[in-house]
């Protein structure tokens, strides 16, 4: 608060470069603990492996090596990693087409419904903690907040 030349009291507007960094500083801290409850719920799951599923799931059929390289690590790590998904039933691994020396890997059913659910469980803990944490006057200016937040996310 300020006090203007009248005598009366004003909010200060914060510097825009204040808020930038306070805001990206909340969201990565946010992010990081979304990240963390998921893996809580479901600690079967590595996030290297998650971070495969998912990259498989958006680019479609690939290969290790090709994986390997889009997350800039060797194609042993990646090798077992997709073993690893293999034997759960969240991928599989065929034949490529148009080379046989090669082996595709793709999502299965399995792995769409576990992506699928990742997002319901992050929510489920951040809507706990907005009931358990949050007055509901700071329940209405986070609202307010999230709003302004896609409205940056859209600019």
């Known amino acids: 608060m300020s006090i203007n030349r009248d005598g009366a009291h004003t909010l200060a507007v914060p510097l825009a470069c204040h808020i930038a960094h306070q805001l990206s500083c909340a969201v990565l801290r946010l992010r990081a603990r979304l990240r963390t409850e998921f893996a809580t719920g479901s600690s079967r799951w590595t996030w290297s492996q998650l971070s495969t599923l998912n990259r498989i799931a958006s680019e479609g059929p690939t290969t290790l090596s090709a994986l390997a390289a889009a997350e800039c690590v060797r194609p042993q790590a990646r090798s077992s ?13 065929e034949s ?3 080379d046989a020396r090669k082996m595709l890997v793709s999502i299965t059913p399995a792995g769409r419904d576990l992506l699928a659910s990742i997002p319901a469980l992050r929510e489920a803990w951040l809507e706990r903690a907005i009931e358990q944490r949050l007055s509901p006057t700071e329940r209405r200016t986070l609202a ?3 709003q302004l937040m896609n409205r940056l996310a859209d600019c």
């Open 144 to 146: 307010d907040a999230a």
């Open 96 to 98: 490529d087409p148009t």
């Open 81 to 93: 990693t997709v073993a690893a998904l293999c034997e759960e039933g969240v991928v599989a691994r």
